[in-house]
């Protein structure tokens, strides 16, 4: 389940009014976002309540923004693009490949390090002295394994005597901890706070201990310009998607 139900009343209030503006857009073909994997969960509950208002589908393509980005680039039939990090859109805008100023930071992720079962909220310290294994994101596709990988390199005693388990995005590293095939590793405080998994059992990484997560939106060129892609990239732009995104687990605007 997407957000618990003490959240559900609340944002779905805030998403009704945020459609308001962009209510009875013409029926068109879907509208095809690809998203990173962090941010998967969140994208389809907006998702929902932009087709809920304007009848115009979306449909999602979830991976790891490495791959997206090389899946765009080859001319996959895309209209917008939700990355976990800045790189990757401003590499297709030297391409040629966005439309003009659609590049936008729509939000900005933070890491936590999730060790399932515990009775205290983990210490990083105290799980590498404690764990011989370690689950990340690939650092080469996702911002999020990249920035694991930052965070292990403040311990370089400690963590070269771990075993790192990469997955291709932070969906699988998510899955590989809560199969217990992993004593834990780092995934997105938003994966964490979707499942409704016990504050006990993560630790939310310090923010100085690794670039900030800025996740990053384009309109992408090279199909016939759809038009829900604008509306939908002002719905993410909004100010109520803001307060949305916070209680979801990322930062917004300077926060």
Do not use: C
Request: proline share 7%.
């Amino acid at each position: 389940m997407l957000i618990r139900r003490a959240k559900r009343a609340v944002l779905l209030a805030l998403g009704l009014t945020i459609f308001a503006s962009h209510a009875e857009l013409p029926p068109e073909r879907p509208l095809v976002v690809a998203v990173a994997a962090n941010f998967a969960d969140t994208a389809a509950y907006l998702a929902a309540r932009f087709t809920e208002k304007t009848g115009v589908p979306v449909r999602l393509i979830m991976g790891s923004t490495g791959l997206l980005t090389a899946q765009i680039s080859q001319g996959a039939p895309i209209d917008l693009f939700l990355a976990a990090d800045t790189e990757r859109p401003q590499s297709l805008i030297t391409k040629n490949l966005v439309m003009d100023q659609s590049y936008a930071i729509y939000a900005r992720g933070r890491l936590v390090l999730w060790v399932p079962g515990v009775v205290e909220p983990p210490n990083l310290a105290d799980f590498m002295a404690g764990f011989d294994t370690v689950a990340i994101a690939n650092p080469v596709l996702a911002p999020y394994g990249r920035a694991a990988s930052e965070v292990l390199a403040r311990f370089p005693e400690k963590s070269q005597a771990l075993r790192v388990v990469r997955g291709q995005n932070t969906s699988a590293t998510y899955t590989q901890i809560a199969s217990r095939s992993v004593p834990g590793g780092f995934v997105a405080l938003s994966q964490v706070l979707a499942q409704g998994v016990p504050r006990v059992e993560y630790m939310v990484v310090p923010e100085n201990w690794h670039e900030p997560i800025e996740q990053a939106m384009v309109l992408i060129k090279g199909r016939a310009i759809h038009p829900a892609g604008q509306p939908f990239r002002d719905f993410l732009l909004s100010e109520k998607t803001s307060v949305m995104l916070s209680s979801l687990g990322y930062l917004v605007g300077g926060g």
